[in-house]
């Protein structure tokens, strides 16, 4: 079974820039996860979807950050415009309903 | 607000001995716990998890240890291998499938 697939891996930019990550999902898993890791911290949840409504977005930063689900698969994560303090490593996770969570390999965005 | 704590940012261990990593929370809501692994570059790795109606579950090498009473868990590794050389996280969730509260982390040395 192929795990969850992330990218890009890396990106780095410069403040105020727009950046957008991608993720897919482990197939049939309805629950998808955004984590944002900022080091040294354990991740933090952005947004929780249930196939492609949200189930909690109570700590995204809805100003700037912005996430979909379209068709209940795959997802995006958009940040517009993006600050210092969005350096982090964001991870992308899912699951079955009401089972363990697995993660992707993340992306590291740096900002400038 | 941190929810859930890990005190030990590292911790080092000799092959073949017992490491012992904890973790403390702070809200008895939680009814479900979790340990996640991470190599340096990749995702979390799921590792083990216990519900809060039980009080120690095992796997392999691997054993996590609940005390309700003083909101406190525990993984225990036994024997330790330079393999287990990772961060680990433990979580916390109110239900299976649900969000996780994170801690900080703390990095296992296990040297040969």
């Known amino acids: 079974e192929a795990g969850v697939a992330q990218s890009p891996r890396y990106k780095i930019i410069e403040k105020r820039q727009s950046v957008a990550f991608w993720c897919n999902p482990i197939s049939g898993h309805a629950t998808l996860y955004w984590y944002q890791q900022i080091l040294g911290q354990g991740p933090k949840l952005l947004i929780q979807f249930q196939n492609n409504g949200v189930v909690d977005d109570s700590q995204l930063p809805k100003d700037r950050f912005s996430a979909e689900r379209l068709k209940g698969v795959d997802s995006t994560l958009k940040i517009q415009p993006a600050k210092l303090e969005d350096s982090a490593v964001y991870l992308c996770?899912?699951?079955?309903?009401?089972?363990?969570?697995?993660f992707g390999p993340g992306t590291r965005l740096l900002v400038l | 607000d941190q929810q859930v704590k890990q005190n030990s940012p590292s911790l080092s261990v000799q092959e073949g001995r017992i490491s012992i990593l904890n973790c403390d929370y702070t809200n008895s809501m939680f009814d479900y716990f979790l340990w996640y692994k991470k190599y340096p570059a990749e995702g979390p790795t799921f590792l083990i998890s216990i519900s809060s109606i039980k009080d120690k579950n095992e796997d392999g090498r691997f054993t996590v240890f609940l005390n309700k009473s003083a909101k406190h868990l525990s993984l225990h590794i036994v024997p330790s291998q330079p393999g287990d050389s990772a961060v680990y996280f433990c979580?916390?969730?109110?239900?299976?499938?649900?969000?996780?509260?994170f801690g900080q982390g703390t990095e296992l040395s296990v040297k040969p």
């Open positions: 979580a916390a969730g109110y239900n299976q499938g649900g969000k996780l509260i």
């Open positions: 996770a899912s699951s079955r309903l009401q089972e363990t969570q697995y």
